[in-house]
């Protein structure tokens, strides 16, 4: 026997190689096909939100870079107030189609605050307590209803409910209230207020049928009352859950266009009436992008718009998050 | 073989586009004109057995955007090139804009019908819009506050009211932007002191508000779009990259054809012939 080959016997003595079953190595070839193909989708999702950003940032650049852009729409005219007619004071004013173009993006701020403000003032109480009647105290079969119900409302497309604002809620709030326009913040963020109960309801309900069954047993073996329970014991717990249910809503309430497109008025006006029409950030964007000049200045402007409206939902995602891990912390560090 | 079955593949990309566009005639452009592009369109395929036209809307600049791009043959246009456009045109295609006026449209201002007032002169429209008037009683009417109603600024009535009624300054903050004319026609026939305005195409269960000049007032009959007396009358206009040729210049005589202006009349606008 030579020397290659005892040592390759004692190789195969002391490491024995696994035997596999062609069934077994198929499988294994399986999985690893499985594991290679859903990283390719992960990072496909996180390929088209880079290249979004990229995109979206990139058209807005000429803002910075263009010297007739920089004129037209410096940063002072975005922000500060201009004057924009012989002897008046200096105002915000959003005319992006004029001799002068005014792009002042304060009324714009405005409008979708004032919208987002309307709509969360009614969801998140609807939607919370919604969420808390279904998983506290509705007896089982209603909640089997209510649950499908309001999901089923999450499923209308936003252009029905903008219409829906626009024919009916306008005209019977106008009558019940006296309102001087039409049109105006409170009917966008109600029918607004429309999308996002769903979204908040679903999340909100989720959390709290997800608090453990003893939290309730000890709180109620403690004397406490069902609404004690639900209000001082459940809620609490699920607050985590409750806050990331009100952020999806604000993200929704930002970005909706099709509903403030239809239901606001869209007229760029700078007050604090909630009865006066408003124009959003995101409403602007898709009433002007149509026509446009590419490459304009006006066309830029509109980007960085998108850009903001990004950087938006970006920080507030990001506060939320630290808010809920110092909730957690709170509440768990107070239980040890 | 292999030589012919690639000049084969080579004849068939080269050909393949041209015969996917022979034949068919894209128009796109202004809302106001959608409607009368249509029934152009209509009227002519139904004579030209083989032939295409496609009529799309999207506002006036959305039809010249899609000229400069080239995605159009002809843009319908309300309102005048502007020189931003032209320019662009001239420097990608090395040609002037083709300029082709086809029928008239008055721009009528509604109000709603419970409104006592019948006639606005143009100053006062303009008052109304630039919002230095507020209020109906400062031009005749009952003392409630004036709803302005306006369009989106994509729209050639748009541009159009802004150069001829408030000579080129801003719109006031408070006018509200529809999307289309049937919106604000909506809007002003639900709206008891709102005033609107928009094509006299659309102008339907809300009244029209004559336009005083001097001690006259005229209202936007078709006489008055047609001889020029109406204050507020515009020319609606085909554009083209070049000088029409082939399917586009057929589908153009056609709409300028006595029998085209007749389409234009029964949509609502006004001859040009």
Not at chain 2, 180 to 202: D, F, L, Q
Request: with cysteine; glycine share 8%; proline share 5%.
């Amino acid at each position: 026997m030579d020397r290659q080959a005892v040592m390759q016997q004692g190789l195969a003595e002391t490491i024995p190689v696994p035997r596999l079953s062609p069934e077994a190595r198929r499988r294994q070839l399986r999985e690893k096909a499985i594991a290679g193909f859903i990283t390719l989708m992960a990072f496909t999702g996180i390929a088209a939100l880079v290249l979004i950003l990229v995109f979206v940032a990139k058209e807005a650049l000429a803002l910075f870079t263009e010297a007739e852009a920089r004129h037209e729409a410096s940063l002072s005219k975005m922000f500060l107030p201009q004057v924009v007619r012989q002897g008046r004071p200096p105002a915000f004013v959003w005319q992006p189609v004029s001799n002068v173009p005014k792009v002042s993006m304060i009324p714009l701020f405005i409008g979708t605050l004032k919208t987002t403000a309307v709509s969360m003032l009614v969801a998140v109480p609807v939607g919370v307590f919604g969420a808390l009647y279904a998983a506290e105290f509705a007896p089982r079969r209603l909640r089997e209803l209510l649950k499908p119900v309001i999901e089923l409302l999450a499923g209308i497309p936003s252009v029905v409910l903008g219409f829906f604002a626009l024919m009916v809620m306008a005209t019977v709030l106008q009558d019940a209230f006296g309102l001087h326009t039409r049109l105006n913040a409170v009917v966008a963020g109600l029918g607004l207020a429309l999308a996002i109960v769903p979204v908040i309801f679903t999340v909100a309900e989720d959390s709290l049928t997800a608090v453990p069954r003893s939290y309730r047993e000890a709180s109620l073996a403690l004397g406490a009352t069902p609404w004690e329970t639900a209000w001082k014991v459940v809620l609490p717990a699920a607050a985590p859950g409750i806050l990331a249910a009100c952020v999806l809503g604000f993200g929704r309430a930002i970005g909706e266009t099709m509903i403030i497109l239809m239901a606001s008025g869209n007229a760029a006006i700078v007050s604090a009436n909630l009865g006066d029409s408003v124009r959003s950030l995101s409403a602007t964007i898709a009433a002007e992008m149509g026509e446009v000049v590419v490459g304009s200045t006006h066309y830029s402007i509109l980007f960085f718009i998108g850009v903001q409206l990004f950087l938006f939902t970006f920080v507030l995602n990001m506060l939320a998050s630290a808010w809920t891990k110092r909730v957690i912390k709170r509440l768990t560090g107070s239980a040890s | 073989m292999k030589t012919f079955l690639k000049s084969l593949v080579a004849v068939l990309l080269v050909a393949l586009p041209v015969a996917a566009q022979a034949g068919t005639v894209t128009v796109k452009g202004s809302d106001t004109m959608v409607i009368l592009g249509q029934r152009w369109a209509e009227e002519f395929m139904k004579k030209n057995a083989g032939a295409k036209v496609q009529v799309t809307g999207g506002g006036s600049g959305t039809g010249l955007a899609a000229l400069q791009n080239g995605t159009t043959d002809i843009a319908m246009s309300s309102r005048d090139i502007k020189k931003a456009e032209s320019d662009k045109l001239r420097a990608k295609y090395n040609t002037a804009a083709e300029e082709i006026p086809v029928a008239k449209d008055g721009v009528t201002f509604y109000v709603n019908e419970g409104n006592p007032v019948n006639a606005l002169s143009v100053e006062q429209l303009r008052g109304i819009y630039l919002g230095d008037i507020t209020n109906w009683k400062e031009v005749g009417g009952p003392d409630a506050p004036i709803v302005v109603y306006s369009r989106e600024n994509s729209s050639g009535t748009y541009v159009f009211v802004k150069d001829n009624v408030l000579n080129g300054e801003d719109y006031v903050a408070s006018a509200q932007t529809l999307p289309g004319t049937a919106a604000v026609v909506n809007a002003v026939a639900k709206e008891k002191h709102g005033i609107g305005y928009g094509g006299s195409a659309y102008a339907k269960g809300i009244k029209e508000l004559k336009v005083k000049q001097g001690n006259e007032e005229i209202a936007p009959t078709a006489d008055n779009i047609k001889s020029g007396k109406y204050p507020l009358s515009r020319n609606l206009y085909f554009y083209l990259r070049n000088k029409p040729a082939g399917e586009v210049k057929a589908f153009i005589d056609y709409a300028l054809s006595p029998e085209g202006q007749a389409v234009v009349t029964k949509v609502g606008y006004f001859p040009v012939k």
